[in-house]
Nanobody, 127 residues
Framework: QVQLAESGGGSVQPGGSLRLSCVVS????????MGWFRQAPGKEREGLGA????????FYNSSMKGRFTIDLDNSKNTVYLGMINLKPEDSAMYYC????????????????????WGQGTQVTVSS
């Protein structure tokens, strides 16, 4: 069984920064895709980006306009989502997810492609 645990969410003012962490445990295998998603009340789950654990290739949602960065530390079994210049519209529950095998530019943001999900961490951006 695979488990994912997010942390690092909280309240921040507009223009601020946060770094979310997702610790992965269990029988993950050697090649996975780690993705980050968010979901605001009344909206669909939105893919933010993903990273392949095997080759390290990354995919980003272009609408984030370079404000979000994904990194993976295999030694710590942890994937990170760095966020800068946060805006009120970034307020949402943020989730990490793991998909067996690699992800690609046309699959990284598809929730149904992922096999395991964390419980989420709340990010609130307000003044």
């Amino acid at each position: 069984q695979v488990q994912l645990a997010e942390s690092g969410g909280g309240s921040v003012q507009p223009g601020g920064s946060l770094r979310l962490s997702c610790v992965v445990s269990g029988d993950t295998g050697s090649r996975n895709c780690m993705g980050w998603f968010r979901q605001a009340p009344g909206k669909e789950r939105e893919g933010l980006g993903a990273i392949n654990s095997g080759g390290g290739s990354k995919f980003y949602n272009s609408s984030m306009k370079g404000r979000f960065t994904i990194d993976l530390d295999n030694s710590k079994n942890t994937v990170y989502l760095g966020m800068i210049n946060l805006k009120p519209e970034d307020s949402a529950m943020y989730y990490c997810a793991l998909a067996r095998g690699a992800c690609y530019f046309n699959t990284y943001d598809v929730p149904s492609k992922y096999d395991y999900w964390g419980q989420g961490t709340q990010v609130t951006v307000s003044s």
